[in-house]
């Protein structure tokens, strides 16, 4: 074990243009924020290239639990009264046409299913509905479900906002069909081509995509974005359906999903060893893997038959915004990082935002909200 289930699914065909020398843009990064970014640029015009030192979509984006959530890391009561109301909603409805722009090129690796966020206890009941209140003030979609309402098997729970925009997304299939079509626009992506010092790369442009991995690329960021371990399981196909969409419970802390096979993917407990899981060492711990076993097995009722399990890495930051931006003091190098567990929409839409500041377009309201200057 220790292969992640997404990586299973067979590559699409991939163009493999070359740009030898000098480029507009060098792109450090090949998961949801690199391709993404590549996408943009070489569909601009741009020559671009893109170096990983393992395959399209082999760290965080074929890592994670699979969810496509619309807004940030925050809670959006917490979000709008830290960052205000204006830019609060602004950043949930960026996300929103993000999440719909994902589901032009994704075919059948996502499907709008929705959300549940469940309360685990009275006083999370208490956050989250102050959260689905200030989201009914701003006229988000959001229904509240009370636990009288809840599935017989999610009677534990103490109700729950339903988010019938969010979907279930296959991030590894997602990824490689970006890297596919960036290709197709000229992007040159060298797999396997580790990176070591950014200031080596031959280009006008470098954009450093990493998230939570290559932790020293770019120094100034080193104390901004912590890696962080998260650990998934997977068990055999189950016999019934149980849970018809992405849930999750205690902050985020614990995410599961049932896909169309009948598998559950379930992941989190990093505050089970949280300190131990602020790393960039991406392994396994019995500690937190015990812990995702037995819960597995409280979801669904019988001890669980696992067939897969692995860690992967993402980036943290201290307030819980990505940095996006050009990197002070460091002339032509661009950060697209920081998703704090949330990249699979954030790292598509800030791969996009970073190209086209690229491009000269720096009208949107996210750069100023998300620029690693907040740091410095």
């Known amino acids: ?182 290709a197709e626009a000229g992007a040159d992506i060298r797999e396997h081509d580790r990176v070591d ?37 997977v068990s055999e196909p189950l016999d019934r359906v149980l849970y018809d969409r992405p849930h999750y419970a205690r902050q985020g802390f614990d995410y599961w999903q049932q896909l169309p096979n009948r598998r559950i993917v379930l992941g989190g407990f990093r505050d089970v060893s949280i300190m131990d899981e602020l790393t960039d060492v991406e392994e396994m711990t019995p500690v937190i893997q015990a812990s995702l076993e037995r819960f597995m097995g409280e979801l669904i009722g019988e001890p669980p038959r696992i067939s897969h399990r692995w860690a992967g890495i993402f980036g943290l930051t201290q307030d819980m915004l990505p940095l996006v931006g050009r990197v002070p003091g460091r002339d032509g190098l661009w950060s697209a990082a920081g998703y704090s567990g949330h990249g699979n929409v954030l790292g598509f839409a800030c791969g996009e935002l970073v190209a086209d500041a690229i491009l000269g377009d720096t009208s949107s309201p996210q750069l100023e909200l998300f620029d690693p200057a907040r740091f410095f």
């Open 1 to 182: 074990m220790g292969n992640p289930y997404w990586l299973e699914d067979e590559a699409p065909p991939r163009a493999h243009p070359r740009h030898d020398g000098r480029v507009d843009v060098a792109i450090v990064g090949a998961g949801i924020t690199g391709c993404s970014a590549a996408l943009r640029l070489a569909e601009a015009g741009l020559s671009v290239r893109v170096h990983d030192q393992r395959g399209v979509a082999e760290g965080a984006s074929g890592r994670n639990g699979g969810f496509a959530l619309r807004g940030g890391a925050t809670r959006y009561d917490i979000a709008r009264e830290t960052y205000g109301a204006d830019r609060a909603l602004g950043l949930w409805q960026w996300t929103e046409r993000a999440l719909d722009r994902m589901e032009t090129l994704a075919g059948d690796s996502l499907a709008r299913i929705g959300s549940l966020r469940l309360a685990a206890d009275e006083e999370e009941r208490e956050d989250i509905r102050l959260e689905y209140e200030a989201m009914r003030a701003d006229g988000i979609a959001a229904e509240w479900i009370e636990t009288a309402e809840l599935a017989p098997h999610l009677s534990g729970f103490h109700g729950a906002i339903e988010h019938p925009g969010d979907g279930s997304l296959q991030p590894a299939r997602f990824v490689r069909r970006l890297a596919a079509r960036a």
């Open 197 to 233: 010092d950014v200031t080596a790369l031959d280009a006008t442009h470098v954009v450093v995509a990493t998230d939570g991995y290559g932790h020293g690329l770019v120094p100034e960021l080193a104390d901004a974005i912590w890696p962080t371990r998260g650990q998934v399981i």
